[in-house]
């Protein structure tokens, strides 16, 4: 049985584990190995790839950046929250302000410790990756376009470290690439309706605040067909590249289609709330699909 004291601790705990994001941070951690093992380097042995300590540190230094992004946003939003996620909000100021500095602070330190044991260039890239994702929080996640450009490639960004660290670029794996980033950019619009209220309210100029919901839903139907590009060059260009994966790519027609359908009867935050949890899913899914690339092959190259 906890006394007082140990439960204070394990709340705020849990709330700097929310403010974090930490269970987004787990799937942008499997995320990275399982694109290294299947996508990036499917000629090396898997059990060479899990041990590789440059990797390791990458993975690392992008998780602490990424976690120290989650925290600076969370304080420069913390008045908007407290409109559109104020249940969330509450727990997350179990934790003082001052607390997230000192932990935002020490997670960019470790960021560019992780980054120094592979190369000096990667501090100088992960150097730009934590000024890029403080800007973002600070300044450009309040202007349209330009806001949600950056959120998105700064969400694909890590996985370009992962990439240069194995010299592999080829063509699938920038057709990959784009499908994520046209699901992100589509999250991140979904979010920005489902935040317009909050957004109103402290002058983020959004899409929705400025160009109004029919626009977003617009641009919405617009980028939900450009995502298709990608995905029909998947299952047909790179048929042989993407396995049994395809199976993924097919239902995610079937999930654009269903998107679209509730978009368009969209009217309040709970539905664009569904739709934000659409595309995560849609993401979510999309990572543990990769071992549909070849079903065997942890088992056959683990040695």
Known sequence: MLNRKQKLLFLKFFSLFSVVRGYNILIIVIAQYLTSIYILAPELPVREVLFDVNLLMLVLASSTAIAGGYIINSFYDSEKDLINRPRKTMLDRLVSQRTKLSTYFVLNFLSVVFASYVSFKSVVFFSIYIFMLWFYSHKLKKYPFIGNMVAAVLAVVPFFAIFVHYSNFDIVIFVHATFLFLLISMRELVKDLENLKGDITHGYNTIPVVYGEKTSKLMLTALS??????????????????????????????????????????????????????????????????????PGFLANKLF
């Open 225 to 294: 067909l450009l995502t298709l590009v990608p995905i029909v060059l998947l299952i047909t260009k790179f048929k042989g590249e993407i396995g049994y994966m395809d199976f993924y790519f097919y239902a995610s027609i079937v999930g654009l289609v269903l998107f679209l359908t509730v978009l368009w009867k969209s009217k309040n935050k709970i539905h664009y709330l569904i739709l934000h949890n659409i595309l995560k899913l849609a993401i979510v899914i999309g990572v543990f699909s990769i071992v549909l690339i070849n």
